[in-house]
Structures are given as C-alpha cells and as structure tokens.
C-alpha cells in the first residue's frame, strides 16, 4: 500500500469523542494503533481535511476517520468504527 507523506507522522488518539467511541465499540488505543500498522488501504474522506484509513482486526473490517496537521504534523484520529467490508 502506498501511504501519503503524513502517515509518519505520530497519531494522536486523544480527543474526547474517540475515547468515547473506544468505550462503546469495545476497542482501546492499542488495538487503534494496531490497526493503523495494519491498514491495507487508506482514501479521500468525506471532509477535505479528513481521510479514511482501513483494516481488518481481530476478523472485523474497521474503517479510522483521520485528520492529519500539517503544520503541527501530527494526525488526529476522529473516530473508528466497523464496516461490512474493506475498499
């Protein structure tokens, strides 16, 4: 997979509404950034700042809204929630 430039960058995992959204959806920062070392595709989102990164853990499709910061370059995480099926 080829990965944009900000995928170095340090993942911040920090914000109210995703730590909220770990609780619920049974998953927990570890398991995030698992994820992300495992993606198998990323895309465009629906927000122009915002983007898509895909994996499968735990034999579940998961779908990670990031946004990355280019000045601060660093990549908020925004949320994190299963899907029926990868791109």
Not at 25 to 37: G, P, Q, S
Not at 43 to 52: K, L, N
Request: glycine share 2%.
């Amino acid at each position: 997979m080829d990965k944009p430039e900000w995928w170095d960058w340090p993942f911040d995992c920090d914000n109210v509404h995703l730590v909220d959204r770990m609780a619920l959806r049974h998953f927990n920062e570890a398991d995030l950034r698992d994820m992300i070392e495992h993606a198998v595709a990323w895309r465009p989102g629906e927000i122009a700042t915002r983007f898509s990164i895909y994996a499968r853990y735990d034999e579940v499709h998961w779908k990670m809204v990031v946004e990355p910061d280019p000045r601060a370059q660093v990549v908020a995480v925004v949320t994190a929630y299963t899907v029926e099926a990868l791109p």
